[in-house]
């Protein structure tokens, strides 16, 4: 609530993914908390009318198609150019395509991949190695119940979000020594309990 303003004040925040889902709503709850919130996601249009609804604060956002994965460097260059430092980075973009095994082609798998896995940790190598070392960084994956089930048709989504989950272990280990915190989530959906705890990993230590 409210008395929580005071570590949030002035932080800013990457939400990539933030014209829906639990990207638009971790972008919104950040801001309510006090927080600057810089979204990024394809649709300008959304993040224009999100932008309207969150307080008064310094925000801003860019169109930017995340498969795009070469040009994800020179993106948060230009971000922490025109924005200044990040404290903390939420990746929430994805594609969720059912596909039978029938039609699970190494295009379409690469595609899933291309969105889902890939740039997340792209935009954590961009963020890392320009990161001034001592200061503090929050990274949150938004993962998936799917990189753990089984149900049937999810494979492409399934393995690109347990990439991720493997990728945020070993990430974890190897930027501890390096002030950045890195956690993966698995909202089954986007309740308000949930995104709590997001934001508690995103914001822990202020």
Do not use: W
């Amino acid at each position: 609530g409210m008395q929580m303003n005071q570590e949030h004040e002035g932080k800013h925040y990457l939400v990539v993914g933030a014209s829906s889902g639990i990207g638009e709503s971790i972008a919104l709850e950040l801001a309510a908390l006090g927080a600057n919130v810089t979204m990024m996601a394809r649709r300008t249009e959304k993040m224009e009318a999100i932008r309207k609804r969150m307080p008064s604060g310094n925000h801003a956002y860019y169109g930017f198609d995340v498969s795009r994965i070469d040009e994800i460097s020179g993106m948060v260059a230009r971000i922490l150019e025109e924005r200044k430092n990040v404290n903390g980075f939420v990746y929430a973009a994805g594609i969720g395509d059912t596909m039978r095994l029938r039609d699970l082609t190494y295009e379409r798998l690469h595609h899933v991949m291309q969105v889902n896995f890939y740039p997340f940790v792209e935009f954590v190598r961009a963020l890392v190695t320009r990161k001034p070392r001592k200061d503090a960084m929050h990274i949150v994956a938004i993962s998936s119940l799917a990189s753990v089930s089984s149900d049937r048709y999810f494979t492409p989504y399934s393995a690109s979000k347990a990439a991720m989950d493997a990728a945020v272990r070993c990430l974890a280990r190897e930027l501890v020594t390096r002030n950045v915190t890195i956690n993966s989530i698995r909202p089954a959906i986007v309740d308000v309990e949930r995104m709590r705890a997001a934001l508690d990993d995103i914001t822990d230590g202020g």
